[in-house]
């Protein structure tokens, strides 16, 4: 059965059995860890229902460039931006009408590769945005169309405009 109340959380976190990783979010004690437990804590703890990996963190995701985030980062519609995330949660917000696309990578939902990179293109050095680009499409995760169509809805064409320059270079 369900641990459903803080009583009942707080017996097994004093015996041990769960392990609270902040409010209202727990591990079972001793349960293997993985690479991007970080992640999916923060997803989780922002909402699952709510939220989207987003920039950055979505780049680690789909293993894009070589950038460590030092947040994770989820993005979230605009009537939702009153959400407390803990400690190392960075929220995005985006119009509560704006669709926002996801795909699945090892259980979490993600922003796919072609908006991840427009998202972080702001917040990336120029070479490690230019690592993204070549790696999104050598690896087939995205096309030039799709990259030069998602920074013109986002107004960030300069800076993806340059990535491919350099990567067709």
Known sequence: ?????????????????????????????????????????????????????????????????????????VLVRRQDRGLRPHAGVFVHTINDDDPIPIVWRYGIAVTPPARSIVDAADQLRPEQLEMAVRQALGRGLVTRRQLEQEAARHTRSKAIDRALAQVAA
């Open 1 to 73: 059965m369900p641990a459903r109340s803080p009583t009942l959380l707080d017996h097994h976190v004093r015996r041990g059995r769960f392990e609270r990783i902040c409010r209202g979010l727990y591990r079972i004690s001793g349960f293997p860890t993985s690479q991007h437990d970080d992640v999916w804590e923060g997803w989780l703890a922002v909402g699952s229902d709510k939220a989207v990996v987003s920039h950055q963190s979505a780049l680690v995701l789909h293993d894009l460039s070589d950038n460590i985030p030092n947040a994770v980062h």
